[in-house]
Antibody, heavy 125, light 107 residues
Framework: EVQLVESGGGLVQPGRSLRLSCAAS????????MHWVRQAPGKGLEWVSG????????GYADSVKGRFTISRDNAKNSLYLQMNSLRAEDTALYYC??????????????????WGQGTMVTVSS | DIQMTQSPSSLSASVGDRVTITCRAS??????LAWYQQKPGKVPKLLIY???TLQSGVPSRFSGTGSGTDFTLTISSLQPEDVATYYC?????????FGGGTKVEIK
């Protein structure tokens, strides 16, 4: 079964850091681009960051650029999001999601065909 | 960056009605446009990709049309299980922007 399982969320004070992880199984992880998408309570979906299958291209939303870093470890079938200088407006459910097409070259992104259940991040003093 | 504007933001229709949701891009792009369904408390689900291609397992009452700047999602005969919020997303290049969502309810 194709599965994505996020972890690492929690309550954190403004200005502090948090690292999210996404464990993938049931597919050839290193063939697919991966993404983080967040959803603030009662709000819509916001793409946060994406990384191609070979880490050759990486992109960020303007709202997190310079503060968040996406990475992946294909040997561990894992995706990560290092979040620094957290703000109250970063409070959201963070999903990881998988590209539908494999081995996309030269561009970030595809439709997202598999999503994890999400991990909640709350930034509050 | 290209902005994606969905309309309406919410709608209420009767079972069996034809429902149309529009997504408009601030600039034209190729057909790298997806539609997702998110039921209350659930994870988003891919319905349509490449603007018009139905994802495997999605009922045929869902369809997508459009190109350039204007895209639509149509539910040909609304069912009770279609109550959800629907999002469009462009994925031609970063940022992979979502529309603001359309909440669909049963009248």
């Amino acid at each position: 079964e194709v599965q994505l399982v996020e972890s690492g969320g929690g309550l954190v004070q403004p200005g502090r850091s948090l690292r999210l992880s996404c464990a993938a199984s049931g597919f050839t992880f290193d063939d697919y681009g991966m993404h983080w998408v967040r959803q603030a309570p009662g709000k819509g979906l916001e793409w946060v960051s994406g990384i191609t299958w070979n880490s050759g291209s990486i992109g960020y939303a303007d709202s997190v650029k310079g503060r968040f870093t996406i990475s992946r470890d294909n040997a561990k079938n894992s995706l990560y999001l290092q979040m620094n200088s957290l703000r109250a407006e970063d409070t959201a459910l963070y999903y990881c999601a998988k590209d539908k097409r494999d081995l996309i070259v030269g561009a970030i992104g595809d439709a997202f065909d598999i999503w994890g259940q999400g991990t909640m991040v709350t930034v509050s003093s | 960056d290209i902005q994606m504007t969905q309309s309406p933001s919410s709608l209420s229709a009767s079972v069996g009605d034809r429902v149309t949701i529009t997504c408009r891009a601030s600039q034209g792009f190729n057909n790298y446009l997806a539609w997702y369904q998110q039921k209350p408390g659930k994870v988003p689900k891919l319905l349509i990709y490449a603007a018009t291609t139905l994802q495997s397992g999605v009922p045929s009452r869902f369809s997508g049309t459009g190109s350039g700047t204007d895209f639509t999602l149509t539910i040909s005969s609304l069912q009770p299980e279609d109550v959800a919020t629907y999002y469009c997303q462009k994925y031609n290049s970063a940022p992979l922007t979502f529309g603001g969502g359309t909440k669909v309810e049963i009248k």
